[in-house]
């Protein structure tokens, strides 16, 4: 073969060879996660949002519009790719490109919920704070997007932070309310459902935290501020005017004015069939089903970040005004 001839033949040959690396080499732009294997929510609109930028999470990758820009392990984030709460790389990302103030999540429904909060705590800080999870419709096999709202994130810690004024509840409104929300809570798959206690303190605020822990989600409602207990207990009846009521029984106590209520599911309550009633929803009603409430989101790190929103849309659903959220980055275990 003359040298000519022979040149032009090697340089074909590692042209073929540099596009089959290239072609190797590139990342498919198809979502590596499935619809059946996104949350479920009751909470979803079906329009995509327009204009957002595109997080998926898998067990082995964070990517951003298609290109992933960190390698998990099995959902979690390697310590080297954190700096404090910060994904950096993730926000590198997000500010190298054109601005954007909404970004739409496509998680894996079994991801860590600490992974979760901190893709969350670096959108925040990158500006990008309209979030839309991609969630099943229902008990449905189609996609929706459960928009986040109103919210708020930082590391997990004891003292409750309020939220906005318009979203605050007193504690009187419960009183009303209570034995409905206790009937409608035991109507499904119930761990424990406040009963209505004869004696609740009076005055003060409202703190509503939900739980997601293990198998389980809980409401609690707590009172704070107010008058003390001792001010705000009633004082008992007289059965008749002028005679005391009789004494109570031996051995038996007055119980102090309640100042809690919490009512606690299994984890399927929140992702009813097409024929079984959202419980979660039914209790929250009477409290939050025409006035926005504010809640504090709690779970362990490992908590599946599917039963966290599945509890979020059972709580909130279509119908409901938007709570106001206050989100907490569970520490590392």
Same mark, same amino acid.
């Given at each position: 073969?003359?040298?000519?001839?022979?040149?032009?033949?090697?340089?074909?040959?590692?042209?073929?060879?540099?596009?089959?690396?290239?072609?190797?080499?590139?990342?498919?732009?198809?979502?590596?996660?499935?619809?059946?294997?996104?949350?479920?929510?009751?909470?979803?609109?079906?329009?995509?949002?327009?204009?957002?930028?595109?997080?998926?999470?898998?067990?082995?990758?964070?990517?951003?519009?298609?290109?992933?820009?960190?390698?998990?392990?099995?959902?979690?984030?390697?310590?080297?790719?954190?700096?404090?709460?910060?994904?950096?790389?993730?926000?590198?990302?997000?500010?190298?490109?054109?601005?954007?103030?909404?970004?739409?999540?496509?998680?894996? /429904?079994?991801?860590?919920?600490?992974?979760?909060?901190?893709?969350?705590?670096?959108?925040?800080?990158?500006?990008?704070?309209?979030?839309?999870?991609?969630?099943?419709?229902?008990?449905?096999?189609?996609?929706?997007?459960?928009?986040?709202?109103?919210?708020?994130?930082?590391?997990?810690?004891?003292?409750?932070?309020?939220?906005?004024?318009?979203?605050?509840?007193?504690?009187?409104?419960?009183?009303?309310?209570?034995?409905?929300?206790?009937?409608?809570?035991?109507? /499904?798959?119930?761990?424990?459902?406040?009963?209505?206690?004869?004696?609740?303190?009076?005055?003060?605020?409202?703190?509503?935290?939900?739980?997601?822990?293990?198998?389980?989600?809980?409401?609690?409602?707590?009172?704070?501020?107010?008058?003390?207990?001792?001010?705000?207990?009633?004082?008992?009846?007289?059965?008749?005017?002028?005679?005391?009521?009789?004494?109570?029984?031996? /051995?038996?106590?007055?119980?102090?004015?309640?100042?809690?209520?919490?009512?606690?599911?299994?984890?399927?309550?929140?992702?009813?069939?097409?024929?079984?009633?959202?419980?979660?929803?039914?209790?929250?009603?009477?409290?939050?089903?025409?006035?926005?409430?504010?809640?504090?989101?709690?779970?362990?790190?490992?908590?599946?970040?599917?039963?966290?929103?599945?509890?979020?849309?059972?709580?909130?659903?279509?119908?409901?005004?938007?709570?106001?959220?206050?989100?907490?980055?569970?520490?590392?275990?």
């Amino acid at each position: 073969m003359k040298p000519l001839r022979l040149l032009l033949v090697l340089g074909l040959s590692l042209a073929f060879v540099g596009c089959d690396d290239e072609e190797e080499n590139q990342e498919s732009t198809d979502p590596l996660v499935g619809v059946m294997e996104l949350p479920i929510a009751y909470r979803y609109e079906t329009a995509a949002p327009s204009g957002a930028v595109e997080i998926e999470v898998s067990p082995s990758n964070l990517r951003v519009d298609a290109h992933t820009v960190v390698e998990l392990d099995n959902g979690k984030i390697p310590d080297a790719a954190l700096v404090g709460g910060t994904v950096t790389e993730l926000k590198h990302a997000l500010e190298s490109g054109p601005a954007r103030r909404g970004a739409k999540l496509r998680i894996l /429904g079994s991801t860590p919920w600490r992974t979760t909060t901190l893709v969350l705590q670096t959108l925040k800080e990158a500006g990008v704070t309209d979030i839309a999870f991609e969630v099943r419709q229902g008990a449905g096999t189609e996609a929706g997007y459960m928009a986040l709202g109103t919210w708020d994130i930082r590391e997990q810690e004891d003292e409750f932070h309020e939220p906005p004024a318009t979203h605050v509840r007193n504690w009187d409104e419960l009183a009303p309310l209570w034995e409905e929300m206790y009937g409608a809570c035991r109507e /499904g798959p119930y761990v424990d459902c406040a009963f209505k206690p004869g004696n609740i303190a009076e005055g003060g605020q409202m703190h509503m935290t939900l739980f997601a822990r293990g198998n389980g989600v809980k409401i609690d409602l707590q009172r704070v501020g107010g008058p003390d207990i001792e001010e705000s207990a009633p004082a008992a009846p007289a059965m008749i005017d002028g005679i005391a009521p009789p004494e109570p029984a031996e /051995g038996e106590e007055e119980l102090p004015p309640a100042t809690t209520a919490a009512f606690t599911w299994r984890y399927e309550a929140t992702t009813p069939g097409p024929e079984e009633e959202n419980v979660v929803a039914k209790t929250m009603r009477p409290l939050c089903g025409a006035q926005a409430c504010g809640a504090l989101v709690e779970a362990e790190a490992q908590t599946p970040t599917m039963r966290v929103i599945s509890f979020l849309g059972a709580a909130f659903p279509n119908g409901t005004d938007a709570p106001y959220l206050m989100l907490q980055i569970p520490p590392k275990l």
